[in-house]
């Protein structure tokens, strides 16, 4: 657990003690509890009844806000349009939106105009949660500077209209047996620095250093963070990302990632020595290449459009699963 209430104060000595306890946490296990942010409850009540009232809609109102029919990946995400495995169709939906790009020029796959339904206070309550958690990003992403042993603004100078993802996501609950029901979401690391997650309800797991999965219990008030494949890479290895992953629910679950990123042109390499001066396995990633390389892997209807030609991955992409704890067990 880490408060992060000193990174507000104006004394340098009281922020690089917080930036301690995130090195710890991140070096450690990847995953922590995170407290002392200013991000109200009630801000974050808003959100969770709106996406209640949302995902309560019929699929056909859903499937007007299809994600498929957007010009920068946002929208509605119905069961089984995103997969990690090929074989299994995770128990979930998710309305995506971003950044709200609306300059005309400077547009990316994942940088423009959010889809947002027409629903009343949807767009108003969503937005206001993205920018208040974005804010508590970038103070974050200082704690990781001062972690590394970097410059404070080292790491957030390059977060100005970042492609960063707040998902509402929706695991519903019935009886069917887990072997039959499917899965939550399957295994896999975050592509981009860090998760910022609120969830209501149990469900979600981590796969620690020893190769075991553990629960992670909700805690009222502290939100989850966990360690993504930018930071792993940033970082030289010194923080892992880390393979997660949600179980079939054992009661209706929400949940709200917000996926914090780099500006999208952002070459992401290693920033510090590797761990104990060994020689460093990783090269450098466009950041919002990387990001839209993993998502084009993972979701239909992008699979699709390459499938036909319409597209391709970006030069240079890496494949899925490349990065965690995952190959560190296997070796």
């Known amino acids: 657990m880490v408060d992060i209430a000193p990174l507000y104060s104006p004394h340098a000595h009281e ?3 917080a930036a301690g306890q995130l090195s710890k946490a991140a070096r450690d296990a990847g995953f922590f509890y995170l407290t002392g942010h200013r991000v109200s409850q009630a801000r974050i009540d808003a959100l969770v009844a709106r996406a209640k009232a949302y995902f309560a809609l019929p699929m056909e109102e ?3 806000h299809y994600i498929g029919d957007s010009t920068n990946h946002s929208g509605y995400v119905p069961e089984g349009e995103e997969r990690f495995s090929d074989n299994v169709v995770d128990r979930k939906e ?3 939106v971003g950044f709200d790009y609306l300059a005309s020029e400077g547009r990316r796959p994942l940088l423009g105009p959010n889809r947002w339904p027409d629903m009343p206070g949807f767009k108003e309550d969503v937005s206001a949660y993205y920018d208040e958690v974005l804010e508590l990003s970038k103070l974050m992403f200082r704690g990781f500077a001062l972690a590394l042993g970097l410059e404070e603004d080292r790491l957030v100078r390059q977060v100005t209209q970042p492609p960063s993802q707040l998902r509402l996501i929706h695991y519903p609950f019935d009886d069917v047996p887990a072997k039959e029901g499917g899965q939550g979401i399957g295994s896999h690391t975050d592509y981009e ?3 910022i997650l609120m969830p209501t309800a149990p469900g979600l797991e981590v796969l620690n250093g020893a190769g075991e ?3 992670v219990p909700v805690l009222p008030g502290a939100f989850v963070i966990n360690i993504g494949d930018m930071l792993e890479v940033l970082s030289n290895g010194t923080f892992v990302a880390t393979r997660h992953r949600v179980r079939k629910v054992q009661e209706e679950r929400y949940s709200f990632p917000l996926f914090c990123a780099c500006d999208y042109d952002t070459l992401i390499e290693p920033i510090v020595p590797a761990p104990d001066d060994k020689a460093s396995p ?9 990001i839209y390389a993993q998502t084009q892997q993972t979701f239909t209807y992008l699979k699709q459009r390459i499938a036909r030609g319409e597209m391709k991955l970006p030069e240079g992409a890496r494949l899925a699963d490349s990065f965690g704890r995952k190959a560190q067990v296997a070796a």
């Open 15 to 17: 922020r690089r003690q």
């Open 62 to 64: 859903k499937m007007r």
């Open 94 to 96: 998710a309305y995506d």
């Open 193 to 195: 620095c860090f998760t």
């Open 213 to 215: 999965w553990i629960a």
């Open 282 to 290: 990783y090269g450098a990633l466009a950041c919002g290449d990387h």
